[in-house]
């Protein structure tokens, strides 16, 4: 556990406020802004495009660019029709829906032609399915991977960023080693692609504030149904914690910086998970149910085996394959550094802490609490 906790420290290069009271001195954390290359005129498709992070990564595309195309690829008719609600092709004209899976490379392939970049952000993510479903988990997370790597370098794809989770750090259970796998599967990918071929790179963080399926949705329905008391697997348990902006804006960085083969982490904050329950509810009872299958008490982005292979900037860290093929020249001259020897970056001793007000703040910005 943590000893001493510590506000966020300001980040001088790229930092933002997130709406404090005025009250409070106000707490600063990475937006992740900065290396966003154009998508003017691009072509862009994201697997798992109905998702809580594929809609906001498609609404903060057509904010800022003009795309020429905008592939919206997943499995689920329903969750396209009610996306197409809002995010209509008569309203933006580059959007397209094209149902497919993962599974079917020759279905990806079709989806992909004329494709500049792909964002891979279908998974199977629940940690229990995963553990009681494990042939599915690994059909879609691994050879799902697999499959789009393929369908990339067939069809000339530019540029491909795979969404990963800080599970897949030292996994204890199916679905981190299957991101685990998915990971490496895209970090070779660059060997088989050669070296003016598509060109892949991953991203890994934590807990998505709000996303459909986490902890803070599921605390405000049992809220909002009238429950006396707030289930808690461990009064312990901590969990890196970053908001849906941070990583839209985290992707679209990273994507910018990319030479291939990385694994980009963000530095964000941890959080208890009694202190975002005390956010949401406070005063109400907590009950202590156990940890869940397959659940860890901490989480982990970068191992101590990993450190020996990581450089820091200022708001992130880049894991660099071991493999021969990587040069770390053009992220050393751009100011990355080495980390120190036996550095681990986990959940329970990270530097950067939320607090409870801080959390409500970010809720309220993000209206998912009322101000």
């Known amino acids: 556990m943590p000893g001493k906790r510590r506000k966020i420290r300001r980040n001088k290069q790229r930092a933002c406020s997130i709406g404090v009271t005025d009250e409070r001195e106000k707490i600063l954390i990475n937006k992740f802004d900065t290396h966003h290359e154009s998508l ?9 495009g109905t998702g809580s992070f594929g809609q906001r990564f498609i609404e903060t595309v057509l904010e800022r660019w003009r795309p020429r195309r905008v592939i919206i690829f997943s499995r689920d008719e329903a969750k396209q029709y009610d996306m197409a609600q809002h995010i209509s092709p008569e309203r933006y004209p580059p959007i397209r829906y094209f149902i497919g899976d993962v599974r079917d490379q020759s279905r990806l392939e079709m989806a992909m032609r004329e494709v500049d970049i792909v964002i891979h952000a279908a998974a199977l993510k629940q940690v229990p399915a995963a553990e009681y479903n494990p042939f599915e988990c690994i059909k879609t997370n691994v050879h799902g991977a697999e499959n789009v790597v393929q369908a990339a370098i067939r069809t000339g794809v530019q540029k491909v960023v795979a969404l990963s989770t800080d599970k897949a750090s030292n996994p204890i259970n199916l679905y981190g080693a299957s991101k685990l796998a998915s990971d490496k599967i895209f970090v070779a ?42 289930p808690i697997t461990d009064p312990r348990m901590t969990r890196f914690w970053i908001s849906l902006d ?4 985290f992707v679209l960085s990273s994507l910018g910086m990319m030479l291939g083969g990385e694994i980009f982490v963000p530095q964000i904050p941890s959080m208890k998970v009694i202190d975002v329950a005390e956010a949401l509810a406070p005063g109400l009872p907590l009950e202590t149910v156990g940890i869940r ?30 493999m021969t093929f990587w040069d770390r020249g053009p992220h050393a001259e751009a100011g990355a550094k080495s980390v120190a020897e036996g550095f681990q970056y986990a959940s329970d001793t990270n530097d950067h802490w939320l607090d409870i007000e801080t959390l409500r703040a970010m809720l309220s910005e993000m209206k998912m609490i009322p101000g």
């Open 293 to 322: 299958p397959g659940e860890k008490l901490h989480e982990m982005m970068i191992s101590e085996d990993d450190s020996r292979n990581t450089l820091e900037y200022s708001d992130r860290y880049i894991i660099e394959p071991s």
């Open 246 to 249: 941070q990583g839209v804006n």
């Open 40 to 48: 003017d005129g691009k072509s862009i498709l994201i697997t798992g």
């Open 189 to 230: 990918a660059n060997n088989l692609s050669g070296s003016v071929g598509t060109r892949f790179s991953v991203v890994r963080y934590g807990n998505v504030l709000g996303s459909r399926g986490s902890v803070v949705p599921f605390f405000l329905k049992l809220i909002h149904d009238g429950a006396e008391k707030l």
